[in-house]
């Protein structure tokens, strides 16, 4: 399929879902969150999300300043009234939506309630950087972005890894429900054939080894958590 492709990009997860609402967008690569939104009001479809080293689920991570002496999340839970807790964009699946989730789901505590306060900080790094600096004692960012830090020592020793939160799916591209399944079928063909070796830079960008296929099942636990933090109601369905 030939097609030209107008890129754009926007602010805000809110303007993003916007947009496709208004079918002013066919293809767009979304956070899981903002996916999630797209789908409901919009009828979004994920097709292909990115593999990397084989692995295709995301992860939260927790971390906290050594002069809490937290250390585990046992620890995390017997003294969170005592300590403050960042989280990233309110509508950031890892920075936000899914720690809060796992936190609730398998420790049975609220964020909001359980932690002396709860702040929200724009950026994953600048997550990293307020529990380095010692300005909160705890945080709560992508696991993959907290890797990165690690290793290029963005992050220094006084930052302590308390708690991973299980895999799940995030960052799909998403077409909007409007476009035929020939037309849909061509563009997944088109992200699935890009693991040929004259594109690689093309994932290199990406920062994926591949992309394979995926569905809105694979996002039934993130639709869960949306529902639990209250962005959606249950008449959006």
Do not use: C
Request: charged content about 25%; cysteine-free.
């Amino acid at each position: 399929m030939d097609a030209s492709v107008d890129l754009r990009t926007t602010t805000d997860y809110a303007g993003f879902v916007q947009a496709m609402t208004a079918e002013q967008v066919d293809l767009g690569y979304f956070g899981g969150v903002s996916y999630i939104l797209a789908h409901h009001r919009a009828n979004a479809k994920p097709i292909v999300v990115g593999s990397k080293s084989g692995m295709t689920d995301w992860h939260s991570v927790f971390i906290a300043h050594e002069s809490t002496a937290v250390s585990s999340i046992d620890d995390l839970k017997r003294s969170a009234d005592s300590l403050d807790l960042a989280f990233g964009d309110p509508l950031s699946t890892s920075g936000t939506v899914m720690p809060a989730y796992y936190f609730r789901r398998r420790h049975d505590l609220f964020p909001a309630r359980a932690f002396k306060s709860l702040t929200h900080v724009e950026a994953y790094d600048a997550v990293a950087g307020t529990v380095s600096g010692g300005n909160t004692s705890v945080g709560a960012l992508n696991a993959r972005i907290y890797n990165r830090l690690v290793e290029t020592r963005s992050v220094d020793e006084t930052v302590i890894e308390v708690w991973r939160t299980p895999g799940f799916a995030d960052y799909p591209w998403a077409v909007n429900g409007t476009l035929e399944e020939e037309t849909v079928a061509a563009i997944r063909d088109a992200f699935i054939g890009l693991d040929e070796k004259e594109s690689e830079t093309t994932l290199d960008q990406q920062n994926v080894d591949k992309y394979v296929t995926t569905g809105h099942e694979e996002f039934g636990e993130l639709g869960d958590a949306v529902r639990m933090v209250v962005i959606l109601n249950d008449d959006d369905d």
